[in-house]
């Protein structure tokens, strides 16, 4: 069974707390695929038939990029704004896209985006700094739950 779009939305949020372009990415994956006419510029730009490349290089070079130590704290006020941005986008567009409130749509995706920020962050931060787990291994965990939970909420 779908999710709902608020579901969605909220999902995706979920996903771009964890890894800000991911969400981006898979939407504009999906968007491909549907012959909605874009609204305005920011759905004209993900459904480029360029966008879902772009976007995947982007993503999987943040996946690379979260592994170095000098890229600052998610929870920063810079790259947790991005990540509500990356959230409120998803949502937005999702909701247009079905018809529902857009702004309901942003609002859910940035909060879940800040929500999971927090909570993948403390997350992470037990695993490896209070259970001893690698931080590559617990990274390269949260790569793989960011990108399914991507794929399984939009899936038809």
Not at 11 to 26: D, N
Not at 67 to 85: C, E, H, N, S, V
């Amino acid at each position: 069974m779908a999710m709902t779009v608020l579901g969605q939305s909220a999902a995706l949020g979920v996903v771009a707390g964890m890894r800000s372009l991911a969400a981006p990415a898979a939407l504009s994956r999906h968007l491909a695929h549907d012959p909605t006419v874009p609204a305005n510029r920011v759905e004209l730009l993900l459904t480029h038939p360029s966008a879902p490349r772009v976007l995947g290089l982007a993503s999987a070079a943040e996946h690379v990029a979260d592994k170095l130590p000098f890229i600052p704290d998610r929870t920063d006020p810079g790259p947790l704004a991005g990540r509500m941005a990356a959230g409120a986008l998803c949502g937005f567009v999702l909701a247009r896209r079905a018809g529902e409130s857009p702004t309901t749509g942003a609002i859910v995706g940035a909060l879940a985006a800040a929500a999971s920020t927090f909570a993948a962050h403390r997350l992470r931060r037990a695993l490896t700094a209070d259970a001893g787990l690698p931080d590559l291994a617990a990274a390269l965990a949260e790569d793989g739950a960011a990108v399914l939970l991507a794929e399984f909420a939009l899936r038809e």
